[in-house]
């Protein structure tokens, strides 16, 4: 359950799944059991990640009164007070598999010093700071007691018992959001801006295709230099089909568009980007290299019918201004449908499945995953494999997790612990959860009868056009004998 807390000591993070704390900040503590010595919660800028659970002082509610008088206790210390901050309904956390990329160059000038926008001053869980007539005393913090929102609650104080969370705290389960969405903890919101549409084809539900599709080449990468040549660096020329009009970008623009793409399409597999490489990054066969593995990066996100239509792909396609692109980077950084709120965008169709089927489709999925991905190992010398695989042992879990909660909710309304309402509304959603997954398996079975007809196809011609060099060298070599 979520409490408030407050910083000993600063902390800054090192890789993406940490979050920097300052010394006497306000947290937001989803779950002050920490998980070998880390603790996920909330800092004041609205960031969500970890942080060392020693560095922090846990505010525990000692009331049940509608003002709560909050104490600072330490991390793990026994409290008979329950919390009423929300959940980690919105956490923006990535689950997929990847490559995490140092960097290899500054931001240049369209970029800001930060890939986070701070909100203006401290902030509470929803974004207003919490206060208080009895604020000027600094040992004592009251904070206002609200009501738990879930999609399916009648009353608080009716008859039943929630399903229980996942202990691990930090399962793609839980950080992905999926968790909050299957249990109904996330509010509706009134107003949802974009929508994604799954409709049922010949081989079960997919994706409503893109009504715009189009395609992007990448092209003429280029050395330049900033700095008055401190500072070096590859820009490539990305043209998109439908204006054509290119725009330059570097490998660090690639990475903040894979990073946004991981943290909001939690239920999708996103290719890794090409690795990184410390020396020779200004070779010609690295160069070369790096710029195959992009346009086969770009040919994924282009043909997809949800990721080709995210507004922060359509920004790093389009934008050619500088001042334009730190706007679009900042909304797309501070974009609400992320998390458990994503999952609100699915239009799923009316047509009954029955959830034991597809766990079945799941299940045997997965097994294929497993035989393809040893098989596609053998071709990896021959041909590059993209790396879509990799995403899906987290994602199949996502649904796995769901399938546990269904069975939960209805062996506890079984039981009569909860309303058949309420397990109803759990089986509903995962509905949602289950459909997402199988248009993506479709999706996959589309792409992978494409790019493997393509790859083996450039693969044959190559050694058609080698082994014919070796016929016209033995017939040179059988003429040479000639004039002996």
């Given at each position: ?469 070796v016929g016209q060298q033995l017939e040179r070599t059988l003429h040479i004998y000639d004039n002996l």
């Amino acid at each position: 359950m979520s409490m408030k807390g407050k910083a000993l000591f600063t902390f800054q993070s090192e890789n993406k799944e940490e979050i920097s704390i300052q010394e006497n900040e306000e947290l937001v503590i989803f779950d002050n059991n920490s998980v070998d010595g880390w603790l996920q919660g909330e800092n004041s800028k609205g960031e969500k990640g970890l942080f060392p659970a020693s560095y922090v002082e846990v505010i525990r509610p000692r009331s049940n009164s509608n003002l709560t008088d909050c104490s600072i206790s330490p991390v793990g210390s026994p409290g008979n007070g329950s919390s009423y901050f929300p959940s980690t309904a919105n956490a923006p956390f990535h689950m997929q598999q990847g490559y995490y990329h140092d960097d290899d160059d500054d931001w240049d000038d369209w970029d800001d010093s930060s890939t986070v926008v701070d909100d203006d001053g401290p902030s509470g869980t929803n974004g207003h700071s919490h206060q208080s007539p009895h604020s000027n005393n600094p040992n004592v913090h009251y904070c206002a007691k609200p009501y738990m929102e879930r999609q399916d609650s009648i009353s608080s104080s009716r008859k039943g018992s929630m399903v229980g969370r996942n202990l691990n705290r930090f399962s793609s389960f839980v950080r992905s959001g999926v968790e909050a969405f299957v249990l109904g903890d996330v509010p509706m919101n009134a107003k949802i801006a974009e929508s994604y549409t799954i409709a049922m084809g010949p081989k079960g539900p997919q994706w409503k295709e893109s009504p715009t599709p189009f395609s992007c080449s990448i092209e003429d990468p280029t050395k330049q230099t900033k700095f008055k040549g401190i500072k070096t660096y590859i820009s490539y020329r990305v043209t998109p089909s439908h204006n054509a009009r290119p725009v330059y970008r570097r490998y660090k623009h690639f990475d903040w568009l894979y990073n946004r793409l991981l943290h909001k399409f939690t239920i999708i597999s996103v290719p890794h980007l090409p690795e990184k490489q410390a020396t020779g990054r200004f070779g010609e066969d690295f160069i070369e290299k790096r710029k195959r593995r992009l346009i086969l990066w770009m040919d994924h996100m282009t043909s997809h019918p949800v990721l080709s239509q995210y507004e922060g792909f359509e920004h790093f396609l389009m934008c050619a201004d500088d001042k334009q692109w730190k706007l679009g980077k900042r909304r797309a950084e501070k974009d609400e449908m992320m998390g458990a709120n994503f999952m609100l965008t699915f239009q799923i169709p009316n047509e009954h499945q029955d959830l034991q089927d597809v766990e079945e489709r799941v299940d045997s999925f997965k097994a294929f995953a497993k035989k393809m991905d040893d098989s596609v190992m053998q071709l990896t010398h021959v041909a590059s494999e993209l790396g879509l695989l990799a995403n899906f042992p987290d994602i199949i879990h996502l649904q796995k997790g769901a399938f546990a909660k269904v069975k939960e909710s209805q062996r506890m309304s079984d039981e009569g612990k909860m309303d058949q309402d309420e397990t109803d509304g759990v089986r509903k959603r995962c509905r949602t959860v289950g459909f997402a997954l199988q248009a993506e398996i479709n999706h996959f079975h589309q792409r992978r009868e494409v790019d493997f007809k393509e790859m083996m196809q450039a693969y044959l011609k190559q050694q058609i056009a080698f082994y014919q060099r070796v016929g016209q060298q033995l017939e040179r070599t059988l003429h040479i004998y000639d004039n002996l």
